[in-house]
């Protein structure tokens, strides 16, 4: 028992000195979790690490989509050289909220906006209610910003509302998590 343990931090050590934060959040949840993965959109600086029971699920409108069966992870990338004089990521953020309040019914915001500084990132995060198709669902937005000269990333995640609740710590793991090359 304390040799595993031994290991294990000796491990984590190792890790934090060679920036592998994966292995990290694999090693302090629970044994059950699958290892993480890395998934990045192509053709951009951006990279989220994913618990490795979530599959992709392509789909044409989004840069990543993946999902574990109780909730679904929605990414969109962008280059700054991409944007329009005038233009910022969070317009793209704001665009992605109405979205949302156009294409949903009995659309309501859960959360307000929130601004976090994560891991050298600025994320901005909402979560609305609306229903789709007869079904409630929740619906939690996230900019993740690396600041001028770097890609960015609009997120959405999509799950009822009881997991939502009860996986929005992994959620916010998940947009800590992102690294820009």
Known sequence: MYKKALFL????????????????KVLIT????????????EGYHIRFYLPGDWDEEPVESWDLHYSNGDAWFNAFTYKYL???????PLDFFEELNGFIAQTRDHVQEVMDEE???LNNEFVTSKLFS????G????????????????????VMFTSTPSYMLRDMDMFNEILSSAESY
């Open 30 to 41: 629970d044994p059950e979790t699958p290892p993480s993965q890395v998934v990045e959109a």
């Open 115 to 117: 601004v976090e500084l």
């Open 130 to 133: 609306g229903e789709k198709d």
């Open 135 to 154: 079904h409630k669902n929740w619906y939690y937005c996230a900019l993740v910003d690396f600041g001028k000269g770097k890609d960015f990333a609009v």
């Open 9 to 24: 931090i000796i491990l984590m050590m190792f890790s934090c000195l060679f920036g592998c934060k994966p292995l990290l």
């Open 82 to 88: 991409d944007l329009a004089q005038d233009e910022t």
